[in-house]
């Protein structure tokens, strides 16, 4: 299993732009699926978006972040990215980032997550 450790979470202005990174340590990142979730108290873990292993680029993301969200990767620095614009109050939580060897399918387990980072957008 990969290591995982996200950076990037800050408090930023309703409309602004974010971009989390997810960095792995650990061996044959490219083979492993990669994703977002996020949380907020008293709610259940939310899919954010997934990326398909090697160099494919096959990207899935939950309706309310497609065409505001996109994510990516740069295996050669063993990282993952999450790029966020026109950021909502509602986006507001801890975003962590998971990492397994599945290829991506709706509900699956992921094997590896990281701690999370914790985005705040004001209005």
């Known amino acids: 299993q990969v290591q995982l450790v996200e950076s990037g979470g800050r408090l930023v202005q309703a409309g602004g732009s974010l971009r989390l990174s997810c960095a792995a340590s650990?061996?044959?990142?490219?083979?492993?699926?990669l994703g977002w979730f996020r949380q907020t108290p008293g709610k259940e873990r939310e899919f954010v978006a997934a990326?398909?292993?090697?160099?494919?680029?096959?990207?899935y993301y939950g309706d309310s972040m497609k065409g505001r969200f996109t994510i990516s990767r740069d295996n050669a620095k063993n990282t993952a990215y999450l790029q966020m614009n026109s950021l909502k109050p509602e986006d507001t939580a801890v975003y962590y980032c998971?990492?397994?060897?599945?290829?991506?399918?709706?509900?699956?387990?992921?094997?590896?997550w990281g701690q999370g980072t914790q985005v705040t957008v004001s209005s």
């Open positions: 990326i398909s292993r090697w160099s494919s680029g096959i990207t």
């Open positions: 998971a990492a397994d060897r599945a290829p991506f399918s709706s509900g699956k387990n992921w094997g590896s």
């Open positions: 650990g061996r044959a990142f490219s083979d492993y699926t």
